[in-house]
């Protein structure tokens, strides 16, 4: 547990939450400032910083309460799709230093917006070269 993380002290039962499902590895809680009706957030128990922090463990039981929560709002709030995302760093829109993934209910005519997307595609060039590059 790291002493100044938010989401240990809520793992730890030092904070409030609205807990909606635990098991061995993983908690998963409602977002205090949701983007939409039931937004919840996954988060392993143990602490990790970020996505290139966590132990492959956590991260597959992360992916499969993500799972979960995500059939839930599905059947139990008749969400009709959902959005998971993890924020990897501050330029991602990470603000809470502790690996998690949001989980996102969408409703026709929520209001969420997807962020935009440069143009209707890539310079060719330049994805083949990102890809040699991600290929080695």
Partial sequence: MADDCIFCKIVAGELPATKVFE????IAVMDIAP????HALVIP???STDLGDIAADDLAAV???SQTIAERQKDRLGAEGVNLLNCYGAVAWQTVFHTHVHVIPRYAGDGMQVPARPG?????DEIKA???????
Avoid: F, P, Q
Avoid at 23 to 26: G, S
Avoid at 120 to 124: E, P, R, S
């Fill in 45 to 47: 128990k143990a602490h």
């Fill in 23 to 26: 098991d061995e590895r993983t």
């Fill in 35 to 38: 983007w939409t009706r039931g």
């Fill in 120 to 124: 209707a595609g890539g310079d060719a």
């Fill in 63 to 65: 992916a499969i309460t």
């Fill in 130 to 136: 990102a890809g040699e590059e991600l290929s080695r």
